[in-house]
């Protein structure tokens, strides 16, 4: 089964909108942290921002804030005031932390988003 | 501060040869792990290394293999390769011994572009 799981491929969005990118994700680890990552078409992945299953409140990091509703294990990223320079793949991913090791992370397939004028 | 580190950029290479990579991690990072990213998809856990030993392989061959060296940089071989290893390989590292490390991002290189033919 598909751990990680976008389902939109691609996304548009006007500048200065906001847009959210969905991401569910699957484990039976109790403690896991879920990433979103930014990677333009230079090919470095760009970490965006950080939840971790036990945190009350929800991650915000400037313009980026998880939406987390962990009953539904959703991790949905919310990009505020969209610019231009945030035109890029974005992907979900996610760290089990008792199965896994704190380098090993699962990637979704990402989305796409491309923002217009 | 340099961050991750990668060489080649790009490579061309013939089914059946042998191709190696080479990764420095972020400037106090000691662990480095190696993805694999092909076309369309999200990255792919290959290995992990720290303290020079391979600690967590995902699922790939022995035909991919790893080293790091004393100075915490790694190099990531594969061996008679396959049109089907087509890629951009990227490296990331991060720190040990950070409280609260299991939040930690992995900080990801621009990659290696690796084309078969």
């Known amino acids: 089964a598909q751990k990680i799981t976008q389902t939109q491929p691609g996304m548009f969005v006007q500048e200065k909108e906001a847009v959210t990118l969905d991401c569910t994700y699957d484990t039976s680890d109790p403690s896991y942290g879920l990433f979103w990552y930014k990677q333009p078409s230079s090919g470095e992945m760009i970490f965006l921002i950080y939840q971790g299953s036990y945190d009350q409140q929800n991650a915000t990091e400037g313009r980026y804030s998880l939406n987390f509703q962990k009953a539904r294990k959703s991790a949905n990223l919310v990009i505020s005031a969209s610019q231009l320079g945030d035109s890029a793949m974005y992907f979900c991913a996610m760290r089990e932390l008792f199965t896994g090791t704190a380098s090993k992370l699962t990637f979704g397939t990402g989305t796409r988003l491309q923002v217009t004028l | 501060d340099a961050g991750v580190t990668q060489s080649p950029t790009h490579l061309i290479k013939t089914r059946g040869q042998q191709v190696t990579l080479r990764c420095s991690p972020k400037s106090g990072h000691d662990t480095v792990s190696w993805y694999q990213q092909a076309l369309g998809q999200g990255p792919q856990f290959i290995f992990q290394y720290y303290e020079e030993e391979e600690r967590q392989r995902g699922n790939f061959p022995d035909r991919f293999s790893g080293h790091q060296f004393p100075n915490y940089s790694s190099e990531l071989n594969v061996n008679a390769l396959l049109l089907g290893d087509s890629a951009l390989y990227l490296c990331?590292?991060?720190?040990?011994?950070?409280?609260?490390?299991?939040?930690?991002?992995?900080?990801f290189g621009n990659g290696t572009r690796l084309t078969v033919t």
């Open positions: 990331a590292s991060r720190g040990r011994g950070q409280k609260g490390s299991y939040n930690s991002p992995l900080h």
